[in-house]
C-alpha cells in the first residue's frame, strides 16, 4: 500500500508492479473439505501450480495474497473465514473452489451450511466442480493472472472501497471457470 | 597507470568494495532461495517455478519481491509498534555486516594501499579478530527475533521467538568452541590469515569431527532444517514471522537465505581451504570460494527436502550433552598437537 | 499449576521419559497458565479441527478438541434424499476413502431388501475398496512428514495418488468422489485394460514404498519424534470405541473383514498388522503395512475375478426398503463404518446414522494429549487418524 | 455367542428386558429407562458377553412414541454384537448418562442431546458438540424443517425411475 493506492503509475511502473503480483502470488490454503485434497493435488507433483508462481509456503493469513477457499463453509466456520480474509494484506485475491464453497453444492439443503462463501467474503474467481479437478484451478489462477496484469491497484482499491460493507462480488464481475458468469439467469430458469 | 591511482585511492577501494559486498548480499541470497525453489521441485518430482522471467522461472524470487514493496504494511493492533517495526532491521543488519569480513580470494600481489586501509585482496576488510566479528555479530540477530516476537502479541510468535533463544543459546557455544580450534590451528583470528594457513591442506581434514559440529550448530542458528522448531509452521504457524507482512517479511526472508550464505561461507573459510583449490589450480581463487559456497548451501537445501525436524528438548540435549563435550575434547587434542608438533 | 508438580523441564537437556528430576529455583514464583488455541484453521490439524490447549511452558495440560466445523448435517439430509442420492452423498463425508462409505451404503440398503448381489460385482468391489484403502493411507503417510517438517513424503505420496487416481478415473469416471456403487451391484464393469494397469500400478507402488521406508519410517529423527509418544493402550481404545489401525497398533487385531468377512474377504489371504506398544510409530508401522496387505488383497482379485453380470438381473424401479433397520458395519480405511438404517417402507430412509470411526478416534485426543509437549502434539494428532469430515458428518 | 444365547444370555442374566428380537443376524433388547446402567455395566463387565467396545448410541425419532435410543456393543474377544434399545418419553426425555461405563459414550451423548434434545442426566459436560453455541432446535427430529426445502423445492427433483441405472 502507501502509493499504489493513491497514484496512477506510468505504464513502464505499472507492468512491473502487475508483473510482480502476477507471479508471486502466495496462497493461504484454507482448505475446508473434499476440495481441500484436490487443492493439495494442485501443489504437488503432478499438477504442480508452484510453475505458475503460486506458491503454498504461506502458513499465515500475513504472508499470503490469495486464499483459496476449498471445500464446504459452515456457519460455524464462517467467523473463521472472515477473519482469515481481513488478516491478508491488500492486494488480496479470493478463488472459490468448489461447489460448496460457489453455492452449498450437494448440501445446499442443510441447516448448518453457509450457502456459498461470497456472503462472507468478495470472490474474484469461481471455480465449480464437486470437487473441480485440478486443471479447472489451473485455469482459474491464469485467468486471474491474466487479470492482474491489466489491472490498475487503484482502481482495485476504489472498488474494494466502494463495496467495503457488503461483500458479495461487487469489487468487480467474478471470473468463472469454465464460461458463463453468475449473473447469467438463463442457466438457473431452465 | 590510471587503475595503479585508483586502487591506491583508500577511499575509492572502500567505495568500491562496498558496493561489491552490497551486491552480492542482494543476489546471492535471492540466486539461494531460486535455486532452493528448483533443488526441491525436482527432488520431489516436480518442476518449481517456471513462468515468471519465462525462462524456467528463473525471476521468481524478483517478482517476490516485487510483489512484498506493494503488499500493506500491517501492524497488529495490540504489537507493540515501534519495535514491532524494528525488528526486521535488527535482523538483517548483522547478517548483511558479515559479509563484510568473508575474504573470497587471496591478497592481490600488486597492491599498494597505504596502511590502515588494511591489505587488499577480495575482501571486504581483514580484521585481525574476524572470526570473533562474524561469531559475535551473527548472534546478535536474535535479539530482533526475539524483539519480533514479543512485539507481535501472538502466542505463536512468542513461543517462536522463545525457542529461537533457547535454541542460539545451546548452539553459539559449540560453533564459538569449533571456531576456536580452527583458530588455535591457524595460529590467528583473521579470516583472510586462517585461509592463508590451508594453503597445505584443508583444516577439515585433520578433525572432521569439528566440521560437521560447526555444520549442525550452524543449522540450529539458522534455524533451518531440521532445527527450524522457531519456525515451524505446523506447531507455531511461522514463528516470530507470523505476524509480518510485505516487505518487513521479506527481509526476514531475505535474512534468513543471506545467513544460509554467509554461515557456509564462514564454514568455508574456516575448514574447506577457502580459495585452495585441488587439481585445477588455474581456476582462480575467488571461483572456488564461491563453488565451495554454493556445494555447502546447497547441502543445507538438501537437508531441507530430507529431515523431519527435531524436538526442542531433543535439540537441546544433543547440544549439551554431545556436541559440546565432543568439541571441548576436540579443544584439548588441538591444544597437545600443536604443543607437540 | 506449582511448579513442583513437573516432574520434568521439557526445555532442559534430559526431556520427557529422561527420568532426569529438574529442582528449579524459585519455586515460590507463580507461573501462569496460557491457553492456546490451535486451529480451526491450523495447518497442524489437516482440516477444521480446533484443539484449546492449556499450556504450561510447552507441556500441554488439557487438550479439548472442538469439533464441529464440518457439521454438514448427513443424518438430516439423508431423511430427505433417495437411496440413489445418499449414495453420493455419502461419498463425501470421509473424502479419503469415498468407495468404503458409499460401499456400507449400498450394502446395508441391500441386506434390508436381501438383494442377492453378483459375484463380479462383489470382487469389483473389493478391488475398488482396497484401492481406495492404498490412496487414504499413502495420504496420511504423506501428510504426517509434512506436519514433522520433512516435505518430500508429501509429494512422493501424491505422485501415488495420482497414479491410482488415474485408475479409479478410468473405472469410475470420477477423481475422488466415486459414485460407483449402486444398490444391486455397481454402475458399469471395468473397462478394458484396467487389470491390466492395475497390475503394473501394484508393482510400481510396491517398489515406491521402498521410498517411505527410507524416508520416514527407517529415518533416526522421525523414531526420535513418535517412539514412545502418544502411548495408548489396547483397553482405553477400546474403551472409546477407537477401531481401525489405531487399535491395531495397541494390540487388538479386529478387523471386521477377518472377523465378520462381507463381500469375498474369506476368500483371500491377508494378514492383520499389529504393534505392540500403541505409540505413534506403531500406528504408522501399522498404516504402512496396511497397505502392503491392501496390495496382497488387490493381486489375489486380479488372479480370481471371475466373469459374469455386476448388476442382478431384475431391480425394482423404486427402492423402498422394507419397514425394519439393519446395521452394516464394514471395515474402512480408519476403522469400523458402520450405517444404522431404518426403513419405514418408503423411498426415504426414516433414519439413517452413521458411525464413523474419527469421530471415536478424536474423541480419545485428550487421553493421549495429557502431558505431552506441544511439538509432540503434532506428532500424536497426525497419527490419531481422522478426516474431519468423517468426525464432524 | 450366536445372537439366540445372547438374547436369552441377557433375558435370563439382567431380568430386566421387556422384549427382543433378531433381525438380519442383529439381536436387539429392550430395557426401561432405570434399568439402562445396570444393564449396560453388566454387558461390559460379564465375562460371557464382555462387551468391551462400544461402538455407537444414538436415537430414533419416533414421532408420537417418543424417541428410541440404540446403544450398539461389540466384543472383541467374544466377537458378538448386541442393540441394547429404550424408549424416552417425547415431551421430557431423560436417560441415565452412561458416560461412567465407557470413556466413548461421552461424546455419543453429547452429540445425540444436541441432535435429538435427549437429556442424558449425570453427564459431565452436556454442551453444544456439533453445532454454533447460538443454534436453536433439535434438527434430528422429525418437527425439525430443513427450511431451504420448505422455501423452494429442489429444481432438479426428478424420481427415480426417470432415470436409467
Request: negative net charge.
Amino acid at each position: 500500500m502507501g502509493l499504489t493506492d493513491k497514484v496512477n503509475f506510468p505504464q513502464p511502473a505499472k507492468f512491473i508492479l502487475n508483473w510482480g503480483r502476477k507471479y508471486s502470488l502466495w496462497v493461504m490454503n484454507f482448505g475446508l473439505a473434499c476440495c481441500a485434497i484436490e487443492l493439495i493435488a494442485a501443489s504437488t507433483s503432478r499438477h504442480d501450480f508452484i510453475r505458475l508462481g503460486v506458491i503454498p509456503v504461506a502458513h499465515g493469513p500475513r504472508q499470503a495474497d490469495m486464499l483459496v477457499v476449498a471445500g464446504t463453509l459452515t456457519d460455524k466456520m464462517a467467523p473463521a473465514l472472515k477473519r482469515v480474509y481481513e488478516q491478508i494484506p491488500e492486494p488480496k485475491y479470493v478463488i472459490s473452489f468448489g461447489s460448496c464453497s460457489n453455492c452449498g453444492g450437494p448440501f445446499w439443503d442443510s441447516y448448518s451450511v453457509t450457502k456459498g462463501v461470497d456472503q462472507i467474503v468478495p470472490v474474484d474467481v469461481y471455480v465449480p466442480g464437486c470437487p473441480p479437478r485440478p486443471e479447472a484451478l489451473l485455469e482459474g489462477i491464469l485467468l486471474l493472472q491474466d487479470r492482474i496484469g491489466k489491472e490498475s491497484l487503484k482502481e482495485h482499491y476504489q472498488r474494494r472501497e466502494a463495496a467495503e460493507p457488503e461483500p458479495a462480488f461487487t469489487s468487480t464481475v467474478p471470473i468463472v471457470v469454465g464460461g458463463g458468469s453468475i449473473n447469467d439467469t438463463s442457466i438457473r430458469d431452465e | 597507470m590510471i587503475f595503479y591511482h585508483f586502487f591506491s585511492n583508500p577511499w575509492a577501494v572502500f567505495a568500491l568494495k562496498l558496493a561489491a559486498v552490497f551486491i552480492f548480499f542482494l543476489t546471492a541470497p535471492l540466486f539461494l532461495g531460486y535455486v532452493e525453489h528448483k533443488g526441491l521441485a525436482h527432488m520431489q518430482s516436480r518442476l518449481g517455478p517456471m513462468e515468471a522471467g519465462k525462462f524456467h522461472g528463473w525471476a521468481q524470487l524478483i517478482a517476490d519481491g516485487v510483489k512484498f514493496i506493494q503488499k500493506e504494511d500491517i501492524v497488529p493492533d495490540a504489537a507493540d509498534r515501534r519495535i514491532f517495526m524494528l525488528a526486521p532491521m535488527i535482523v538483517i543488519i548483522p547478517v548483511s555486516l558479515v559479509f563484510l569480513v568473508i575474504p573470497f580470494g587471496p591478497a592481490a600481489v600488486s597492491c599498494h594501499a597505504p596502511a590502515g586501509a588494511g591489505a587488499c585482496g577480495f575482501w571486504g576488510e581483514n580484521f585481525d579478530v574476524g572470526i570473533f566479528f562474524v561469531l559475535a555479530i551473527s548472534a546478535i540477530s536474535v535479539i530482533g527475533m526475539l524483539m519480533a516476537g514479543w512485539a507481535s502479541a501472538n502466542k505463536f510468535s512468542l513461543i517462536g521467538a522463545i525457542r529461537g533463544a533457547a535454541q542460539l543459546i545451546a548452539y553459539e557455544l559449540p560453533l564459538v568452541l569449533a571456531a576456536s580450534a580452527v583458530a588455535m590451528q591457524a595460529g590467528t583470528l583473521s579470516l583472510v590469515g586462517i585461509g592463508d594457513a590451508q594453503k597445505a591442506y584443508w583444516f577439515v581434514f585433520p578433525q572432521i569431527a569439528r566440521f560437521i559440529i560447526f555444520v549442525i550448530a550452524s543449522l540450529a542458528e539458522l534455524s533451518r532444517p531440521p532445527f527450524d522448531m522457531p519456525i515451524a509452521d505446523s506447531e507455531i504457524i511461522f514463528g516470530h514471522m507470523t505476524e509480518y507482512t510485505g516487505i518487513r517479511f521479506g527481509l526476514f526472508l531475505l535474512s534468513e537465505y543471506a545467513g544460509i550464505v554467509s554461515l557456509s561461507a564462514i564454514a568455508v573459510v574456516l575448514y574447506l581451504g577457502a580459495w585452495h583449490g585441488f587439481f585445477v589450480p588455474w581456476i582462480p581463487g575467488p571461483i572456488w570460494t564461491l563453488a565451495k559456497i554454493g556445494a555447502l548451501s546447497f547441502l543445507v537445501i538438501w537437508l531441507r527436502a530430507t529431515y523431519p525436524r527435531l524436538r526442542e528438548d531433543q535439540l537441546q540435549k544433543m547440544a549439551w550433552k554431545y556436541l559440546i563435550p565432543i568439541a571441548l575434547v576436540n579443544i584439548l587434542l588441538t591444544m597437545i598437537f600443536k604443543v607437540v608438533f | 499449576m506449582a511448579v513442583t508438580e513437573l516432574p520434568t523441564a521439557g526445555m532442559l537437556p534430559g526431556g520427557p521419559g529422561e527420568g532426569v528430576q529438574v529442582v528449579i529455583a524459585g519455586e515460590e514464583l507463580p507461573t501462569q497458565e496460557m491457553t492456546l488455541s490451535i486451529g480451526p484453521q491450523h495447518p497442524s490439524t489437516h482440516g477444521v479441527l480446533r484443539v484449546v490447549l492449556t499450556l504450561d511452558g510447552e507441556r500441554i495440560d488439557t487438550a479439548t478438541p472442538v469439533i464441529g466445523y464440518m457439521h454438514r448435517a448427513f443424518d438430516k439430509l439423508s431423511e430427505a434424499r433417495d437411496y440413489r442420492q445418499i449414495i453420493a452423498l455419502s461419498n463425501r463425508h470421509d473424502w479419503l476413502s469415498a468407495f468404503g462409505n458409499e460401499l456400507g451404503v449400498a450394502l446395508a440398503t441391500e441386506r434390508l431388501m436381501g438383494i442377492e448381489v453378483p459375484e463380479r460385482a462383489q470382487w469389483i468391489r473389493m478391488l475398488m475398496a482396497e484401492w481406495n484403502r492404498v490412496l487414504n493411507h499413502l495420504m496420511f503417510l504423506g501428510s504426517f512428514g509434512l506436519e514433522l517438517g520433512a516435505m518430500t513424503p508429501m509429494f512422493y505420496a501424491f505422485r501415488e495418488r495420482e497414479d491410482i487416481q488415474t485408475l479409479m478415473e478410468m473405472a469410475t469416471g470420477a477423481r475422488m468422489h466415486f459414485t460407483y456403487c449402486r444398490v444391486g451391484g455397481l454402475k458399469e464393469d471395468l473397462p478394458k485394460g484396467f487389470l491390466q494397469y492395475s497390475e503394473v500400478l501394484v508393482k510400481r507402488i510396491r517398489h515406491r514404498l521402498l521410498d517411505y521406508e527410507g524416508l520416514l519410517l527407517g529415518n533416526e529423527i522421525f523414531k526420535k519424534r513418535t517412539v514412545g509418544i502418544g502411548v495408548l493402550p489396547g483397553e482405553v481404545a477400546k474403551s472409546y470405541g477407537v477401531t481401525g489401525p489405531i487399535l491395531h497398533a495397541s494390540g487388538v487385531a479386529e478387523d471386521s473383514r477377518k472377523t465378520e468377512p462381507y463381500l469375498k474377504y474369506s476368500e483371500v489371504d491377508f494378514d492383520v498388522p499389529v504393534g505392540n506398544h500403541g505409540d505413534s510409530f506403531d500406528r504408522f508401522n501399522v498404516l504402512f503395512h496396511r497397505i502392503e496387505q491392501s496390495l496382497k488383497i488387490i493381486e489375489q482379485v486380479h488372479a480370481k475375478l471371475p466373469a459374469g453380470p455386476i448388476m442382478p438381473g431384475k431391480m425394482p424401479k423404486y427402492l423402498k426398503p422394507p419397514e425394519g433397520w439393519t446395521y452394516v458395519r464394514t471395515e474402512n480405511s480408519l476403522g469400523e463404518t458402520g450405517y444404522y438404517l431404518v426403513s419405514r417402507g418408503d423411498t426415504k430412509p426414516w433414519r439413517l446414522k452413521m458411525r464413523t470411526p474419527s469421530f471415536h478416534n478424536v474423541s480419545m485426543i485428550p487421553y493421549l494429549l495429557k502431558g505431552v509437549l506441544l511439538p509432540d502434539l503434532i506428532a500424536v494428532l497426525g497419527s490419531v487418524f481422522f478426516v474431519v469430515g468423517d468426525v464432524d458428518r | 455367542m450366536t445372537p439366540d444365547e445372547i438374547e436369552a444370555h441377557i433375558t435370563e442374566a439382567t431380568g430386566a428386558v421387556e422384549r427382543s428380537d433378531v433381525v438380519h443376524g442383529e439381536v436387539s433388547v429392550w430395557v426401561p429407562n432405570d434399568k439402562w446402567v445396570e444393564v449396560a455395566t453388566h454387558l461390559r463387565d460379564c465375562g460371557r458377553c464382555h462387551f468391551d467396545l462400544p461402538t455407537f448410541l444414538t436415537a430414533v425419532d419416533l414421532e408420537e412414541q417418543g424417541f428410541e435410543v440404540v446403544l450398539h456393543m461389540y466384543s472383541v474377544r467374544r466377537q458378538h454384537h448386541v442393540n441394547v434399545k429404550t424408549q424416552v418419553a417425547r415431551d421430557e426425555p431423560r436417560l441415565p448418562t452412561l458416560s461412567g461405563v465407557w470413556n466413548g459414550m461421552n461424546w455419543c451423548e453429547r452429540e445425540t442431546w444436541e441432535l435429538f434434545g435427549i437429556d442424558f442426566t449425570g453427564h459431565p459436560n452436556q454442551v453444544k458438540l456439533l453445532l454454533p453455541v447460538e443454534f436453536e432446535g433439535f434438527p434430528l427430529r422429525k418437527d425439525f424443517l430443513l427450511m431451504t426445502r420448505e422455501a423452494k423445492e429442489w429444481p432438479g427433483l426428478k424420481e427415480p425411475a426417470e432415470v436409467e441405472h
